[in-house]
């Protein structure tokens, strides 16, 4: 007999069919939607709390609700600061617009709840996981992580734990030669230099082994100023030089021997002087990087009483501007 009257206690929980229902609940004077309303769906003729089922209204004011009891039923609405309502149900309606009586303190309490934002990064407090710091709506109002510091947020950085640089994704620039030049910014990312210097030496070890060698000496006959093929090995160095440390710029300095007049010698070192430069221009070194001198028969190498003397004498020296 026990058994019989348990199962025709749990009968009803089968045999109706689950009814639901939704809405949007406002106040009546603002129209403000409102949020954690209590609805809650009972059968009108039983008072027992066990028969209820509700839930709260979202921040949109929306609500849903389910109950497995048949009608009659009523829909019991209530909120502090607002009159509480009761709406009896008819058959085959589920949706309801329902609005309430709220005292006036109670919505401007809930107005400023809804557009307040305390840390003003235009993400509604409402909706702010971080409402005491500014962040990114697109982060639902919490600011993006930087792990190091390099302003690159982590979603952006391809190197979110060593700061970089945004044109490199938020990974450092490359620097081969750790002159703090980066290699995309440097000449000779291979060899240390400065900024200056475009991230070369200022004086490069090979520029200067070969200035202070005898060979970058351009010697010319006697009374003759032209260049020919026997100078071009060595005009063909001093250009790859000069387009490898382009921060370089050199002095051509011409010279002369004793074999004609003074004036005559001047001119003819001067000639000799500017037709290495022309030389180094047309193999696309800039005319500005290149300074030319000349001393006519002063400043001899050797002296000028001998034949031999004098062959070196008639001569263009390089050196480092």
């Known amino acids: 007999m ?6 025709l206690l749990l009968f009803p929980l089968f045999c109706y069919s689950q009814l639901d229902f939704n809405g949007v ?10 949020e954690k309303v209590l609805v809650m769906v009972k059968p ?29 039923l009523e829909i019991i609405i209530t909120k502090k600061g607002c009159t509480r ?37 235009g993400v509604l407090d409402i909706n702010d996981k ?15 992580p930087d792990d190091d510091n390099d302003n690159i947020y982590n979603k952006d950085d391809a190197c979110p734990q060593e700061a970089g640089t945004i044109e490199n994704k938020g990974c450092p620039n490359v620097d081969s030669d750790s002159d703090g030049v980066a290699d995309k910014d440097d000449i000779c990312p291979n060899e240390a230099g400065t900024a200056e210097t475009q991230g070369c030496p200022a004086n490069p070890k090979s520029v200067i082994e070969f200035i202070t060698k005898a060979e970058n ?9 032209f260049l020919d093929s026997t100078h071009d090995t060595l005009l063909n ?8 440390y382009p921060n370089i710029s050199i002095q051509i300095a011409g010279h002369a021997s004793s074999d004609g007049s003074s004036t005559y010698n001047q001119n003819l070192s001067s000639e000799r002087a500017a037709n290495v430069k022309i030389a180094l221009v047309q193999q696309g070194i800039e005319s500005s990087r290149l300074k030319v001198i000349w001393f006519g028969e002063e400043n001899p190498a050797e002296s000028n009483e001998t034949s031999t003397g004098r062959a070196k004498n008639r001569r ?6």
């Open 2 to 7: 026990k058994k019989l009257v348990f199962v």
């Open 25 to 34: 609940v406002n106040d009546k004077v603002t129209g403000t939607e409102l």
């Open 44 to 72: 009108r003729k039983v008072s027992s709390s066990g028969y209820y089922a509700g839930s709260f209204t979202k921040s949109d004011g929306v609500f849903q609700v389910s109950t497995s009891y048949k009608h009659p």
């Open 85 to 121: 309502k009761v709406i009896k149900i008819k058959k085959g309606e589920t949706y309801y617009d329902i609005v309430m009586e709220c005292e006036s303190d109670t919505i401007e309490q809930i107005i400023k709840e809804k557009t307040a934002d305390n840390d003003g990064d």
């Open 130 to 144: 971080c409402k005491d710091v500014a962040g990114d709506k697109d982060n639902e109002g919490c600011p993006w």
């Open 217 to 225: 000496v351009i010697l010319f006959s006697v009374s003759k100023s």
């Open 237 to 244: 160095k001093v250009s790859n030089l000069l387009k490898k």
């Open 316 to 321: 263009v020296l390089l050196s480092i501007q």
